[in-house]
């Protein structure tokens, strides 16, 4: 299994950036996708997430900015990020999970698959 993900840079505040994560050998249908993000010294945390279904999760700091969606067809989740604050600054890593449920959707432990993590930079 393999996750790639791309599309990280440096940007001004209140621009927007799109995050791509490919994924391969598995079968993408059946997993839920998520997006979390990490600074130096903290933990990872939750951003966004995708299940089966379609069905959208937000952490509260991204909601009504960032939009988390999938295409079945390209087996590849997306995350669009508008209105870009210098607290977003971290690395985005992608997740893919089959065993996602409303409890754990938010637990980076509960995802088996990881991709390795494109740099996000906001400048102020």
């Known amino acids: 299994v393999q996750l790639q993900a791309s599309g990280g840079g440096l940007v001004q505040a209140g621009g927007s950036l799109r995050l791509s994560c490919a994924t391969s050998?598995?079968?993408?249908?059946?997993?839920?996708m998520a997006w979390f993000r990490q600074v130096p010294g903290k933990e990872r945390e939750f951003a966004a997430a995708?299940?089966?279904?379609?069905?959208?999760y937000y952490a509260d700091s991204v909601k009504g900015r960032f939009t988390i969606s999938r295409d079945n067809t390209k087996n590849t989740v997306y995350l669009q990020m508008n209105s870009l604050k210098y607290d977003d600054t971290a690395v985005y890593y992608c997740?893919?999970?089959?065993?996602?449920?409303?409890?754990?959707?938010?637990?980076?432990?509960?995802?088996?698959?990881w991709g390795q993590g494109t740099q996000v930079t906001v400048s102020s």
């Open positions: 995708v299940r089966r279904g379609s069905y959208t």
């Open positions: 997740a893919a999970s089959s065993r996602i449920i409303l409890s754990n959707l938010r637990v980076h432990s509960a995802y088996e698959f």
């Open positions: 050998g598995l079968t993408f249908r059946d997993y839920s």
